[in-house]
């Protein structure tokens, strides 16, 4: 988001490219294939059947007490996750797995926790414990937000703050589940010394990190490289935390309930270090020399799934001391990591520079759409990774505090459910990412600020720009039927005589959700032929309709009378008509690249009488130039066609369209994208196209894999 304002102020030059990007940081429903559960899990004969919960991110009712206070529900929406009904979806899906599964373990590669409340993972665990009592063994680690946590209560009716949970309370709570010498071989914190079995002493500070047998050919190497040892407290004694209602000791440490405890921050950031990849890259050796198949189990993602529209540091471990962690591990002999973080179903296979391959098994959150539940079979040389999503949730675990009607939507349809909840909570962020201090500054580009004499006219406009431009075009209605008479898609493209195909889709942010519900859920493929791309297309002409009609860039020369005179309207019927823009006529890109308050265009010397076409190759020139992530891969002077002497500087935005949807902006959003000159350098190894990450069959010798029907 950190570039949104400029994008925006280049809008007549990627327009189209900017609203595709901002609807893809939006999602909605796509009906996807269901596998069915009961037919994979118990397929036959198998050599170990492995589930894999992810994220599971429970806030216990125990710990919340009061989820309809306004603090708890401000919390629930800063995210896309169904907190409140975390605790029911878990002890549905263990009931599942005990009454429909033959797994032989279970593994939870962190977060167990939503905030790290000691109440909450001591809920968790007894929910772990069923499962073993099943028979099933289980191994989880921690994530990065399951330990030295800000964690709170809602009891009273407000925010108060409650335990959180230490790395040595987080190794008694799950001692059973990866945490006791008698299942565990080795635990990081003992390695090298005769002890290194024992459980015994985990204390503040320990990195929990540990070796065990999954059965008689496979092992685990469970590694924990989050942000909680002691390196990373915040021993600050300023009160740092003070603020947010912490008292800080003499030590740094913060106070809560009379217990003194470390909080973390940047946690969100990883932790690798060289000790503790050097350490796994050993046990990765120790196991192929001993005969066993290494599985690694991580809380971050190996390597980066999400591509260049996206990406981000954080969205993969970080790789210490110029290290490569994918190369150390692949050429260790690990053939495949389970891991979590980004809450995306994404499976991708990663070549290390010496030709040694990992499949990064990345499963999304069991909290929130898609629900999934991982599961890992193998039979000699075949592998199989498959997903089961969650289609209801038993009645008595539904939360007390639900409505009668909340109930019975949950209970006639947990999908639907979860796909309009993520719906709801995506809608609501990125109101509050683009909110009006970002239009105000927007506006302040444009040479429109509050002097005192015309505050209520700027806040007027603000208002306008959010509520009559932004919003009205995100929850703008597709078809006619359910525009009541007002502007819709449909009508708009059916005023320049195009037609729109039909969908099930209603407005344009529940189209847009349908691309990124695809990422979360593992089916982000579209093709540019696809009934979604000719309706995103129209979408973008009609969010130009909509800044003509508010008349924009009038309304911002009133109150800037230096301001250009553009006249936007002009172009909106050859845009509609044959998919280009005209930005060289009507004042166009002159009237707005000279007008903006941006140093680095003032820089390129176009004023109010510059020649209109020399001047779109100059900007052309400078946007090549800009670090922008999301045109790093798009040739843009290919879509502009500049041919002075016959009056045409125009931008082709139907084949921008067309020919970037699926290979670049869509598949943005995943690393099926990235190219050789990613700054994520060894990523030019991966292997990763849709649908394959929800059906795969890998070869484990060769990793060979094909995607399942």
Same mark, same amino acid.
């Given at each position: 988001?950190?570039?949104?304002?400029?994008?925006?102020?280049?809008?007549?030059?990627?327009?189209?490219?900017?609203?595709?990007?901002?609807?893809?940081?939006?999602?909605?429903?796509?009906? $996807?294939?269901?596998?069915?559960?009961?037919?994979?899990?118990?397929?036959?004969?198998? @050599?170990?059947?492995?589930?894999?919960?992810?994220?599971?991110?429970?806030?216990?009712?125990?710990?919340?007490?009061?989820?309809?206070?306004?603090?708890?529900?401000?919390?629930?929406?800063?995210?896309?996750?169904?907190?409140?009904?975390?605790?029911?979806?878990?002890?549905?899906?263990?009931?599942?797995?005990?009454?429909?599964?033959?797994?032989?373990?279970?593994?939870?590669?962190?977060?167990?926790?939503?905030?790290?409340?000691?109440?909450?993972?001591?809920?968790?665990?007894?929910?772990?414990?069923?499962?073993?009592?099943?028979?099933?063994?289980?191994?989880?680690?921690?994530?990065?937000?399951?330990?030295?946590?800000?964690?709170? $209560?809602?009891?009273?009716?407000?925010?108060?703050?409650?335990?959180?949970?230490?790395?040595?309370?987080?190794?008694?709570?799950?001692?059973?589940?990866?945490?006791?010498?008698?299942?565990?071989?080795?635990?990081?914190?003992?390695?090298?010394?005769?002890?290194?079995?024992?459980?015994?002493?985990?204390? =503040?500070?320990?990195?929990?990190?540990?070796?065990?047998?999954?059965?008689?050919?496979?092992?685990?190497?469970?590694?924990?490289?989050?942000?909680?040892?002691?390196?990373?407290?915040?021993?600050?004694?300023?009160?740092?935390?003070?603020?947010?209602?912490?008292?800080?000791?003499?030590?740094?440490?913060?106070?809560?309930?009379?217990?003194?405890?470390?909080?973390?921050?940047?946690?969100?950031?990883?932790?690798?270090?060289?000790? =503790?990849?050097?350490?796994?890259?050993?046990?990765?050796?120790?196991?192929?020399?001993?005969?066993?198949?290494?599985?690694?189990?991580?809380?971050?993602?190996?390597?980066?799934?999400?591509?260049?529209?996206?990406?981000?540091?954080?969205?993969?471990?970080?790789?210490?001391?110029?290290?490569?962690?994918?190369?150390?591990?692949?050429?260790?002999?690990?053939?495949?990591?389970?891991?979590?973080?980004?809450?995306?179903? @994404?499976?991708?296979?990663?070549?290390?520079?010496?030709?040694?391959?990992?499949?990064? =098994?990345?499963?999304?959150?069991?909290?929130?759409?898609?629900?999934?539940?991982?599961?890992?079979?193998?039979?000699?040389?075949?592998?199989?990774?498959?997903?089961?999503?969650?289609?209801?949730?038993?009645?008595?675990?539904?939360?007390?505090?639900?409505?009668?009607?909340?109930?019975?939507?949950?209970?006639?349809?947990?999908?639907?459910?979860?796909?309009?909840?993520? @719906?709801?909570?995506?809608?609501?962020? =990125?109101?509050?990412?683009?909110?009006?201090?970002?239009?105000?500054?927007?506006?302040?580009?444009?040479?429109?600020?509050?002097?005192?004499?015309?505050?209520?006219?700027?806040?007027?406009?603000?208002?306008?720009?959010?509520?009559?431009?932004?919003?009205?075009?995100?929850?703008?209605?597709?078809?006619?039927?359910?525009?009541?008479?007002?502007?819709?898609?449909?009508?708009?493209?059916?005023?320049?005589?195009?037609?729109?195909?039909?969908?099930?889709?209603?407005?344009?942010?529940?189209?847009?959700?349908?691309?990124?519900?695809?990422?979360?859920?593992?089916?982000?493929?579209?093709?540019?032929?696809?009934?979604?791309?000719?309706?995103?297309?129209?979408?973008?002409?009609?969010?130009?309709?909509?800044?003509?009609?508010?008349?924009?860039?009038?309304?911002?020369?009133?109150?800037?009378?230096?301001?250009?005179?553009?006249?936007?309207?002009?172009?909106?019927?050859?845009?509609?008509?044959?998919?280009?823009?005209?930005?060289?006529?009507?004042?166009?890109?002159?009237?707005?690249?000279?007008?903006?308050?941006?140093?680095?265009?003032?820089?390129?010397?176009?004023?109010?009488?510059?020649?209109?076409?020399?001047?779109?190759?100059?900007?052309?020139?400078?946007?090549?130039?800009?670090?922008?992530?999301?045109?790093?891969?798009?040739?843009?002077?290919?879509?502009?066609?500049?041919?002075?002497?016959?009056?045409?500087?125009?931008?082709?935005?139907?084949?921008?369209?067309?020919?970037?949807?699926?290979?670049?902006?869509?598949?943005?959003?995943?690393?099926?994208?990235?190219?050789?000159?990613?700054?994520?350098?060894?990523?030019?190894?991966?292997?990763?196209?849709?649908?394959?990450?929800?059906?795969?069959?890998?070869?484990? $010798?060769?990793?060979?894999?094909?995607?399942?029907?």
């Amino acid at each position: 988001m950190k570039r949104v304002i400029f994008r925006i102020l280049v809008i007549v030059l990627i327009m189209a490219l900017l609203s595709s990007t901002l609807l893809l940081f939006s999602c909605k429903k796509k009906k $996807t294939q269901e596998s069915d559960y009961g037919k994979f899990v118990k397929d036959g004969e198998k @050599d170990i059947s492995i589930g894999v919960l992810a994220d599971i991110h429970v806030m216990s009712e125990t710990q919340a007490v009061d989820m309809t206070c306004s603090d708890y529900q401000a919390w629930e929406a800063h995210g896309q996750k169904m907190l409140g009904l975390s605790g029911s979806v878990l002890k549905t899906a263990v009931d599942r797995i005990i009454e429909e599964s033959d797994f032989d373990v279970v593994l939870v590669s962190g977060d167990n926790s939503d905030d790290g409340g000691e109440v909450t993972h001591r809920a968790v665990a007894a929910e772990l414990a069923r499962l073993e009592a099943a028979g099933i063994k289980v191994y989880t680690i921690p994530g990065n937000h399951d330990i030295n946590n800000k964690s709170y $209560t809602y009891a009273g009716g407000k925010a108060t703050l409650t335990n959180p949970t230490t790395e040595k309370e987080f190794a008694e709570i799950y001692a059973d589940f990866g945490y006791n010498s008698t299942d565990t071989l080795e635990f990081y914190k003992n390695s090298g010394t005769a002890a290194a079995a024992s459980s015994a002493g985990f204390e =503040i500070g320990d990195n929990l990190s540990y070796v065990a047998d999954l059965s008689d050919k496979y092992r685990l190497i469970a590694i924990d490289m989050c942000k909680c040892t002691a390196d990373y407290y915040l021993m600050d004694t300023d009160g740092s935390y003070a603020a947010a209602g912490y008292q800080v000791d003499s030590d740094g440490y913060v106070l809560v309930n009379g217990a003194r405890y470390p909080l973390v921050s940047s946690r969100h950031d990883g932790a690798m270090t060289e000790s =503790i990849l050097r350490w796994a890259e050993a046990k990765t050796k120790e196991a192929v020399a001993a005969g066993k198949i290494p599985v690694g189990m991580m809380h971050f993602p190996l390597i980066q799934h999400f591509g260049s529209l996206v990406e981000a540091d954080n969205a993969a471990v970080n790789d210490p001391a110029g290290l490569y962690v994918a190369d150390i591990l692949a050429d260790a002999g690990m053939k495949f990591i389970f891991t979590g973080h980004i809450h995306i179903q @994404d499976n991708a296979l990663y070549t290390s520079k010496a030709g040694n391959k990992i499949l990064d =098994i990345n499963s999304a959150s069991l909290c929130n759409y898609p629900t999934p539940v991982r599961y890992f079979r193998a039979k000699g040389e075949d592998a199989y990774v498959r997903t089961w999503n969650m289609n209801y949730v038993k009645e008595e675990y539904l939360p007390s505090y639900l409505t009668a009607e909340e109930k019975a939507s949950i209970l006639k349809d947990f999908k639907s459910y979860s796909v309009n909840y993520l @719906d709801g909570s995506m809608f609501a962020k =990125i109101k509050n990412k683009v909110d009006m201090d970002l239009i105000y500054k927007l506006l302040s580009k444009l040479g429109v600020k509050k002097d005192g004499s015309n505050d209520a006219a700027v806040d007027s406009l603000a208002s306008g720009v959010y509520n009559d431009v932004f919003l009205r075009f995100l929850k703008l209605p597709l078809y006619e039927k359910d525009a009541n008479g007002g502007l819709s898609v449909e009508g708009a493209a059916k005023a320049y005589g195009k037609s729109i195909p039909r969908s099930g889709y209603t407005d344009v942010f529940n189209l847009a959700m349908s691309f990124v519900a695809g990422m979360y859920g593992g089916d982000e493929k579209c093709s540019a032929d696809e009934t979604r791309v000719t309706l995103l297309e129209y979408s973008i002409y009609t969010a130009f309709k909509i800044i003509a009609d508010f008349d924009f860039f009038g309304k911002v020369r009133i109150l800037n009378p230096s301001f250009a005179v553009i006249d936007l309207a002009s172009a909106i019927p050859e845009l509609f008509k044959n998919g280009k823009l005209d930005v060289c006529k009507d004042n166009l890109l002159i009237g707005l690249v000279s007008s903006l308050d941006i140093k680095a265009l003032k820089s390129l010397g176009i004023g109010k009488n510059a020649n209109p076409y020399k001047a779109l190759k100059l900007v052309l020139d400078f946007v090549k130039k800009l670090d922008l992530d999301v045109l790093s891969e798009i040739d843009l002077a290919s879509y502009v066609s500049i041919i002075e002497k016959h009056e045409i500087g125009v931008i082709d935005l139907n084949k921008l369209i067309k020919e970037n949807v699926e290979s670049k902006l869509l598949l943005g959003l995943t690393n099926d994208s990235l190219k050789d000159q990613s700054k994520y350098g060894y990523l030019d190894g991966v292997t990763d196209t849709a649908p394959a990450d929800n059906r795969l069959k890998i070869n484990i $010798t060769t990793m060979a894999y094909s995607t399942l029907k």
